[in-house]
């Protein structure tokens, strides 16, 4: 069942209830999770307990002074320091995950996120990941399988290659049937990188062997896939949360135009070039892709709107939660 207004159908078995969480942050994503749990508590007058994972630099933080519990990651006093972060160290996390008897898991935004993998270490440890699952971020974390998706929802998607690019005799037949201005990505990773625009086909070549090359050395993936450019188009996303019994939430949509190089700098809650109309239309479309795919968690899904013709188009799906709307 997907809900878009927020309502509720209450449902006859119980959901997991949580006694001990650990938080796989630090900072404010932290800070957000111990006042949430506290607010639970004050209403409720019961919840879990919070268990900070935090480095040796860390032990006086706020976050580790305010949570119930704490334990440490990463070298202990005295110590060499590691090359990699611990926030990022898969199996020092799983340690610390079973030292905190934890059994769920908050990850909130960045590090371990929007690791598929390290989702799937926690299934394999018996501790619920507040997120979706490892599966789920590798189906729409991968911008191919994404569009693909979108397009077996009804959602509008720009005209594309359909699918990966292989070479660059395949690059200039996509090309020509999708016409210029086209755009190649990346299908991995994120933040502007592996991404190329081809204002005419003359310039496909070196945009394409471009792409590519900054996707390998990015994100070990060099796959990439052609896409019409969108002009004169708003960057728009909706907040969806959808629970483990197929019922989605459009929360909210925010305005993102304002970018440097591919990366957002200013966040504007809600889109001022939309009406309420298109606004809910919008919200739709990005609940009955979250309802197709079977997701689960927090998760932001991005489109590219034409004011002018009214139309929008799906650009990818962020696994996680979004740090902040400003």
Partial sequence: MTTRRGTRTPRPEEDPVFDRIAIVNRGEPAMRLIHTVRELRDRDGTGPRTIALHTEAERDAMFVREADEAVRIGPGPGEPAWQRSPYLDHDELARALLAARADAAWVGWGFVAEHADFSDRCAALGVTFIGPSGDMMRALGDKIGAKLLAEQAGVPVAPWSGGAVEDLES????????????????????????????????????????????????????????????????????????????????????????????????????????????????????????????????????????????????????????????
């Fill in 171 to 326: 690059a200039r037949e996509h090309a020509e049937r999708i016409g210029a201005p086209l755009v190649v990505k990346a299908t991995a990773g994120g933040g502007g990188r592996g991404i190329r625009a081809v204002r005419d086909l003359a310039g496909l070549e070196l945009a394409y062997t471009r792409a590519r090359a900054e996707a390998g050395a990015a994100f070990g993936d060099d796959t990439v896939f052609l896409e019409k450019m969108v002009t004169d188009a708003r960057h728009v996303e909706v907040q969806i949360l959808a629970d483990k019994h197929g019922e989605v939430w459009a929360v909210g949509t925010r305005d993102c135009s304002l970018q440097r190089r591919n990366q957002k700098v200013l966040e504007e809650s809600a889109s001022t070039a939309m009406t309420p109309e298109q606004d809910l239309e919008l919200r739709h479309a990005a609940a009955e892709l979250a309802r197709v795919a079977g997701y689960e968690g927090a998760g932001t899904v991005e489109f590219l709107f034409q004011p002018e013709a009214g139309l929008f188009a799906f650009l990818e799906v962020n696994t996680r939660l979004r740090s902040s709307t400003r």
